[in-house]
C-alpha cells in the first residue's frame, strides 16, 4: 500500500490522548477497532511503533479493495467463456524490411528521450537458493555478472545503439530505468547498485520506488496482527505497480522527462531485451496503449497464462483458471487454439499507465489469495490482496502482441526469455530455463 500519513509524526515517543482519540475514532470508522485491543498492555515503545505503522496505512483505501473484490475478486468476476485471442504479429510472417523500420523507429524513439524501461526488482532468491534479491543472483556465466548488471549493460548498448543510428552524441541518448523494489529488497539492491557505480549508468536516469503493501485481512476484511504492536501486511502483486507509479511520483517524472512510452520486464528474465528497438517500434507506430511480447506453449498443459478474449476485452488467462479442454483444444490446422503465453513483457504507453492508475484506485478488484497467515494468535486463515499487472489489458483501446524470436534447445521455446522461478533438489537452480540462458547469454 502507498504510504499516506493519516496525522503529523508524534513527538518523543509519546503517544498523547489526542492523538490516540483521534485514531481509534479513526480505526472504529473504518471498522478496524480490534486493532487497539492490546493497547493497555503495550509499552511506550510498542505503542509508538503500532501508531507509526497505522500512519502509513489509508485504512479507507483498504474498506474499498475489500467491498469490490469481496463481493467478486478479480479472478472470478467474469464468469464467460474466454475465446482465443488471434491477432498477433509472428516474426517469422514479417519481411527483413518491415523489421528493420520498426528497429529503426525504436532507436528513433529511444534517441529522442521518449522511452524508459521499467524493471520488477521485487522478487528474492529464495527458491534459488540465494540469500539476497533476484537481480544480484550470479547464473553462473563465465564472466560472473549478476542479472542487474546483464539487464544495465545492455541498456547502455541500446543508447549506443540509438545515438549510432540518429547520428547523435552518445551521452545525448539518456533512456531512464525505473526499478520497483520491495520491502524485502530494497536495502540490497540500492546498495548494490552504489556498490557497482550503476553499472556504467547515470545515477539520474536510475529512479528506484517501492512496491506498494497491503494489510492481510479476514474473510470478512478485519486487519490480521501480526504481533501486538503490529499490523501483518504483504506485497500487493505486481499490479501494484500502477498505483506505485502514481503515489511516487515516476509518472509525473516521465511525463516531465518527455517520456511517452516504458518497455517493462521481471529481473530474474536473464534473456531480456530491455527496451527492444523492434518491439517497442512495433508498438509506437501503431498507436498501441498497451503491448506484450508473447510465446508459442511449449505443450498444451504448460503452466502458463494466455492471451483470451471475453467479451470486447483482451486478457490473460490464467493456467488453474483455463477449462483443459479449453487448454489443449486445437485448430483445423493442428494448433493450439488457446496457445499464446503471457511471460511479463510489456508495453505501456504513459497516457495508459495514468488511465489505469486512475482506474484502479476507484474500482480496481483484486486477486484473494487465501493462505496462512502469522499472527499474534499463531498462523491463521487469512487473505493476502494481489493485482496482477495483466489485470490492465482489458482498459486498453489498442493492444498489440509480438511474438518473440525462437530458439530449439527443448523444442520451439523463445530467445528473450528465460527466467528462473527456482531451484530443484538436487539439482539446484540450472535447468531449463537456467540452461537455455547460460546457452543464449
Same mark, same amino acid.
Given at each position: 500500500?502507498?504510504?499516506?500519513?493519516?496525522?503529523?509524526?508524534?513527538?518523543?515517543?509519546?503517544?498523547?490522548?489526542?492523538?490516540?482519540?483521534?485514531?481509534?475514532?479513526?480505526?472504529?470508522?473504518?471498522?478496524?477497532?480490534?486493532?487497539?485491543?492490546?493497547?493497555?498492555?503495550?509499552?511506550?515503545?510498542?505503542?509508538?511503533?503500532?501508531?507509526?505503522?497505522?500512519?502509513?496505512?489509508?485504512?479507507?483505501?483498504?474498506?474499498?479493495?475489500?467491498?469490490?473484490?469481496?463481493?467478486?475478486?478479480?479472478?472470478?468476476?467474469?464468469?464467460?467463456?474466454?475465446?482465443?485471442?488471434?491477432?498477433? /504479429?509472428?516474426?517469422?510472417?514479417?519481411?527483413?524490411?518491415?523489421?528493420?523500420?520498426?528497429?529503426?523507429?525504436?532507436?528513433?524513439?529511444?534517441?529522442?528521450?521518449?522511452?524508459?524501461?521499467?524493471?520488477?526488482?521485487?522478487?528474492?532468491?529464495?527458491?534459488?537458493?540465494?540469500?539476497?534479491?533476484?537481480?544480484?543472483?550470479?547464473?553462473?556465466?563465465?564472466?560472473?555478472?549478476?542479472?542487474?548488471?546483464?539487464?544495465?549493460?545492455?541498456?547502455?548498448?541500446?543508447?549506443?545503439?540509438?545515438?549510432?543510428?540518429?547520428?547523435?552524441?552518445?551521452?545525448?541518448?539518456?533512456?531512464?530505468?525505473?526499478?520497483?523494489? =520491495?520491502?524485502?529488497?530494497?536495502?540490497?539492491?540500492?546498495?548494490?547498485?552504489?556498490?557497482?557505480?550503476?553499472?556504467?549508468?547515470?545515477?539520474?536516469?536510475?529512479?528506484?520506488?517501492?512496491?506498494?503493501?497491503?494489510?492481510?485481512?479476514?474473510?470478512?476484511?478485519?486487519?490480521?496482527?501480526?504481533?501486538? /504492536?503490529?499490523?501483518?501486511?504483504?506485497?500487493?502483486?505486481?499490479?501494484?505497480?500502477?498505483?506505485?507509479?502514481?503515489?511516487?511520483?515516476?509518472?509525473?517524472?516521465?511525463?516531465?522527462?518527455?517520456?511517452?512510452?516504458?518497455? /517493462?520486464?521481471?529481473?530474474?528474465?536473464?534473456?531480456?531485451?530491455?527496451?527492444?528497438?523492434?518491439?517497442?517500434?512495433?508498438?509506437?507506430?501503431?498507436?498501441?496503449?498497451?503491448?506484450?511480447?508473447?510465446?508459442?506453449?511449449?505443450?498444451?498443459?504448460?503452466?502458463?497464462?494466455?492471451?483470451?478474449?471475453r467479451g470486447d476485452a483482451v486478457e490473460v488467462v490464467e493456467y488453474s483458471e483455463l477449462d483443459p479442454k479449453l487448454a489443449t483444444a486445437r485448430g483445423s490446422g493442428g494448433e493450439l487454439l488457446f496457445?499464446w503465453s503471457n511471460v511479463c513483457m510489456h508495453y505501456f504507453s504513459v497516457p495508459f499507465l495514468k488511465r489505469v492508475a486512475a482506474a484502479f484506485e476507484l474500482s480496481g478488484q483484486y486477486h484473494l489469495?487465501?493462505?496462512?497467515?502469522?499472527?499474534?494468535?499463531?498462523?491463521?486463515?487469512?487473505?493476502?490482496?494481489?493485482?496482477?499487472?495483466?489485470? =490492465?489489458?482489458?482498459?486498453?483501446?489498442?493492444?498489440?502482441?509480438?511474438?518473440?524470436?525462437?530458439?530449439?534447445?527443448?523444442?520451439p521455446r523463445l530467445l528473450e526469455h528465460a527466467s528462473f522461478p527456482h531451484a530443484l533438489p538436487g539439482v539446484g537452480w540450472l535447468a531449463d530455463s537456467g540452461r537455455t540462458a547460460q546457452l543464449n547469454?
Amino acid at each position: 500500500m502507498v504510504k499516506r500519513k493519516l496525522e503529523e509524526p508524534l513527538d518523543e515517543g509519546k503517544v498523547d490522548t489526542a492523538a490516540y482519540g483521534a485514531l481509534k475514532s479513526k480505526l472504529e470508522r473504518c471498522n478496524q477497532g480490534h486493532i487497539l485491543d492490546a493497547w493497555p498492555s503495550l509499552t511506550v515503545a510498542e505503542k509508538k511503533t503500532l501508531t507509526e505503522q497505522l500512519q502509513e496505512i489509508d485504512l479507507e483505501r483498504l474498506q474499498g479493495i475489500c467491498a469490490r473484490s469481496f463481493g467478486g475478486s478479480a479472478s472470478s468476476a467474469n464468469e464467460e467463456v474466454p475465446e482465443p485471442y488471434t491477432d498477433i /504479429c509472428k516474426i517469422p510472417d514479417v519481411t527483413e524490411e518491415q523489421r528493420m523500420h520498426w528497429k529503426n523507429v525504436g532507436l528513433k524513439v529511444a534517441s529522442e528521450g521518449k522511452l524508459a524501461v521499467i524493471l520488477l526488482a521485487g522478487g528474492q532468491g529464495t527458491r534459488l537458493g540465494y540469500d539476497g534479491p533476484k537481480g544480484c543472483f550470479d547464473i553462473q556465466l563465465p564472466s560472473h555478472k549478476v542479472l542487474y548488471q546483464i539487464q544495465a549493460e545492455r541498456l547502455l548498448a541500446l543508447q549506443r545503439m540509438a545515438a549510432k543510428a540518429t547520428g547523435k552524441a552518445e551521452s545525448d541518448v539518456v533512456i531512464p530505468w525505473y526499478i520497483m523494489y =520491495s520491502k524485502f529488497t530494497d536495502v540490497k539492491t540500492l546498495a548494490y547498485f552504489k556498490e557497482m557505480n550503476y553499472f556504467g549508468l547515470r545515477e539520474d536516469q536510475v529512479r528506484f520506488f517501492a512496491q506498494g503493501v497491503l494489510p492481510c485481512v479476514t474473510k470478512e476484511g478485519g486487519v490480521i496482527m501480526e504481533t501486538a /504492536c503490529s499490523v501483518a501486511q504483504s506485497p500487493d502483486g505486481n499490479g501494484g505497480l500502477y498505483s506505485a507509479l502514481q503515489y511516487t511520483g515516476c509518472l509525473a517524472d516521465m511525463e516531465a522527462r518527455g517520456v511517452e512510452c516504458v518497455d /517493462c520486464y521481471c529481473v530474474d528474465n536473464a534473456l531480456v531485451r530491455p527496451g527492444d528497438p523492434l518491439f517497442v517500434g512495433h508498438c509506437y507506430e501503431r498507436e498501441t496503449e498497451c503491448g506484450a511480447r508473447v510465446v508459442s506453449k511449449a505443450y498444451p498443459e504448460e503452466r502458463v497464462g494466455v492471451f483470451a478474449v471475453r467479451g470486447d476485452a483482451v486478457e490473460v488467462v490464467e493456467y488453474s483458471e483455463l477449462d483443459p479442454k479449453l487448454a489443449t483444444a486445437r485448430g483445423s490446422g493442428g494448433e493450439l487454439l488457446f496457445n499464446w503465453s503471457n511471460v511479463c513483457m510489456h508495453y505501456f504507453s504513459v497516457p495508459f499507465l495514468k488511465r489505469v492508475a486512475a482506474a484502479f484506485e476507484l474500482s480496481g478488484q483484486y486477486h484473494l489469495a487465501n493462505k496462512k497467515i502469522p499472527s499474534v494468535d499463531g498462523k491463521v486463515d487469512g487473505i493476502k490482496l494481489e493485482m496482477f499487472i495483466f489485470d =490492465s489489458f482489458k482498459l486498453a483501446k489498442k493492444i498489440s502482441l509480438l511474438e518473440v524470436l525462437l530458439c530449439a534447445p527443448r523444442g520451439p521455446r523463445l530467445l528473450e526469455h528465460a527466467s528462473f522461478p527456482h531451484a530443484l533438489p538436487g539439482v539446484g537452480w540450472l535447468a531449463d530455463s537456467g540452461r537455455t540462458a547460460q546457452l543464449n547469454s
